[in-house]
């Protein structure tokens, strides 16, 4: 989004559509990707409907992705996978740059399924969620380069999904835009943790068995999984090393912890990262007086 907040000059501005917002920011052209992602494409020639779209090859891009990772992704790769030449693939695609571009923005195509008349709170709760479960089903997603990522059609519905959530708050879209901006950098954080967390201890799994590296985790056992995360023996570690004249803070706090805790975080530490985060906000809207103070 543009800062120029410069006044057009009066000969300039231009009446917005009725119905769209109008653009205040100073006016340059798209690039090209970005104007295809939204479908300004020139007229397609008259004749019968080539075989090959760019749909198809997005499509064939997410499946080799998901069965393989992004950095199986090529244009020979997908050539193969729809029977093409890769030549042919660029007469839709100009080029790898591109298709992460569209790939990015396909994998966004369906809208999590919130119940109708839910809070603020509990709809952007659900919208996070399902962001978190979408990055580590899909881990791939997180190698792209955030250069692949500009906001197409499917990304800015997710968007306007929680700007309805926002509707009823008395803020001005940029605030808005902001907390969504929040909860989307919590979404990188929160999935890459448990993506790389899981990748550490399958191929902990692998090598303790023998195993060579492309074994599927299917096929090892998810006991020893769970118990191969890295972060599973942190208490025993600080137990056993950490003494309190290097780490007092620590040791105070970990020693006076009972054995059974009197409360605890919900058992599903996503819920219990996106409640800190949403705590946050509300206290935010409390604070700039968009919700009354005995809002739950």
């Not at 997710?158 to 803020?171: E, K």
Request: charged residues 25%.
């Amino acid at each position: 989004m543009s800062t120029d907040t410069t006044p057009e000059p009066a000969a300039e501005r231009q009446q917005a559509p009725s119905g769209q917002p109008h653009d205040t920011g100073t006016a340059r052209e798209l690039p090209a990707d970005v104007q295809r992602l939204w479908g300004a494409e020139a007229p397609r020639r008259r004749g019968p409907k080539p075989a090959l779209s760019t749909a198809r090859i997005v499509r064939a891009a997410l499946e080799l992705a998901d069965a393989e990772g992004l950095a199986a992704v090529s244009m020979a790769r997908i050539a193969e996978a729809v029977g093409y030449t890769p030549m042919a693939l660029y007469r839709h695609v100009s080029g790898k740059d591109e298709l992460l571009v569209l790939m990015s923005d396909a994998v966004a195509a369906d809208l999590p399924d919130v119940p109708t008349g839910v809070g603020w709170r509990a709809g952007l709760e659900t919208w996070t969620r399902a962001q978190i479960e979408l990055g580590i089903t899909r881990p791939w997603m997180l190698e792209l380069p955030l250069s692949a990522a500009p906001p197409g059609p499917n990304r800015v519905r997710w968007i306007d999904q929680a700007f309805g959530f926002l509707r009823p708050i008395d803020l001005p879209p940029d605030e808005k835009l902001a907390i969504v901006g929040l909860l989307a950098q919590h979404v990188l954080g929160e999935s890459r943790v448990h993506i790389e967390t899981r990748r550490a201890a399958v191929q902990q799994v692998r090598r303790d068995a023998g195993l060579p590296d492309g074994v599927p985790e299917s096929q090892l056992d998810p006991a020893a999984i769970d118990a191969a995360n890295p972060y599973a023996d942190f208490e025993t570690v600080l137990a056993r090393y950490a003494d309190p004249t290097t780490y007092p803070n620590l040791f105070e706090s970990f020693s006076a912890w009972p054995s059974t805790p009197l409360t605890a975080p919900s058992d599903d530490d996503v819920t219990f990262g996106i409640s800190i985060v949403l705590d946050g906000v509300e206290a935010y809207l409390r604070r700039r007086g968009a919700i009354p103070d005995d809002e739950s």
